[in-house]
């Protein structure tokens, strides 16, 4: 990964800890694993399990026994991730000895093939993978058969290896990452949520909302675009699991997978060369490396439209299903609509970080054109248009996508939504991008950031709805501006 930006300018910018890992062989080294078998393995999980741990253990982690692992509670000690083989009864499930909800992975292994196949659609391969994570209390399921195994995540990823045993470099590369990021609803005490301060009744909003409605519209239907897992759907061991559930969930009814957005218009002004001004960047800027240059970019507020966790985003009721997500001095911020009470349950999405990563992206994108290419169309676009984000757990090809947006990610370690890692790697992969444009002499329009075992997020100036008719099958010609004009933002 290109390292554009330092550790310590990403954590004031977007909170991103200086410390995390954001390569395999770091996240291997930041593990700490243990393992908590079931009784009765037979003997393919048991050498299995032995195997996995093997693996962890050469690509850096801690691996330590089971008693050792365990605080003088008996609990597992925070940051542990538990490997757990086989089947287990109520009583002994690992989920009962850890020390938090959200900071000690559990990992099922099962002797059986996946319950899954290639005739699924997306949402019922999400449903059944959900299922078995809520039945056994687990964050991350491994399959066994014969001559393969299959990793099956909470936001519907599946990953099959053909091998009876595990390999150092697949788990490196797949499983590593899987376990150092993972899925993690935003704290609400680290987002300031304003009841009500959004205005839906001015112009600009009205503006955004048909963008919005229309892009629902034309996505109706479509099983790529998955809505909502609903908890009570799910079926539990007994109603204390229900309600550990409910908790890891921050209360919510259910999983949404996906995302619709638009930032509003920013103006920003060109950055500046580094070399030729010596002065070091103040709280206002930050010093970006790209195209073998060094530039100071101003840090402007980003805000951000977006649909709210939990809502159908087919059928967006623009009065309770848009929320504004705002980003400034490195605090996030939520404004609701009126029409949601102060006592509705607004939660922020698991991609919240992600969003404004890539809004404050295509801000610092702005402006280093307007220094390096000013005769390009983005910069303007963005202050006149804003810009359109489109999230789904499908990747569409390469040809599909609109002229102008540059493929990023491919490579990327397979992260979760909900993790700093995946933040850093939209904001730093749409710089790649930008120095891939430059590079190729290619205008800059927009990225198309494809995360692998997760999805794509498609963000630049087209309009919802026009970025809704190309995955859908009917072509929009031309590289207009965005059909929406958003007078007032």
Known sequence: MTVHISPESLQRILGIPPTTPLDPPSMGRALRVTACPAPGLNPRLAGFA??????????GASVTEEHDARNSDSRFAAGTVVIAPGSFPDHLLPINRVSTLYNNIIVGIYDEPPPVSASDTPQETLDAVVGRLAWDMVHLVI????????????NGGVTTFQTAMPLQQDVL????????????PP???DIEIRHGELDTSLPWFR?????FEESGRIWDGN???????????????????????ARYLDERTGMSYGFLARQLPVSISPAVDACS?????????????????????????????????????TAVDRHRDLIETSLADGRIRIATAAALSAESAVRPSFDTLTIVAHALGNALVSSILQTLRPEDRFASLLADSGAAMTHWHHYPDDDTLPEGYIIHGKVNPPVSCSTPQSAVYSLIGKLDALEMALGEGVEYLGDAHFEPGHGTNLVGVRSLAEIAKMMNGSKVNGAE???????HG
């Not at 590369?173 to 993690?184: I, M, Y």
């Open 187 to 189: 704290r609400a005490g």
């Open 277 to 313: 001004n010596r002065r070091a960047p103040d709280t206002s800027s930050v010093e970006i490396g790209i195209a073998g240059k060094r530039f100071f970019v101003p840090i402007p507020e980003v805000r951000v439209v977006t649909t709210r966790s939990g809502c159908r985003k």
């Open 207 to 211: 503006t955004i909302a048909r963008d």
């Open 481 to 487: 501006a965005p059909e929406q004009r958003i007078a």
């Open 223 to 245: 099983p790529l675009l998955m809505n909502h897992t609903s908890t009570e759907g799910l079926a539990y061991r007994n109603a204390f699991y229900r309600k550990i559930v």
């Open 50 to 59: 032995s195997a996995l741990l093997e693996c962890l253990r050469s690509c």
């Open 173 to 184: 590369r797949v499983l590593v990452p899987k376990l150092t990021a993972q899925v993690v």
């Open 143 to 154: 399959y066994l058969t014969g001559d393969s195994w299959t990793i099956c995540s909470m």
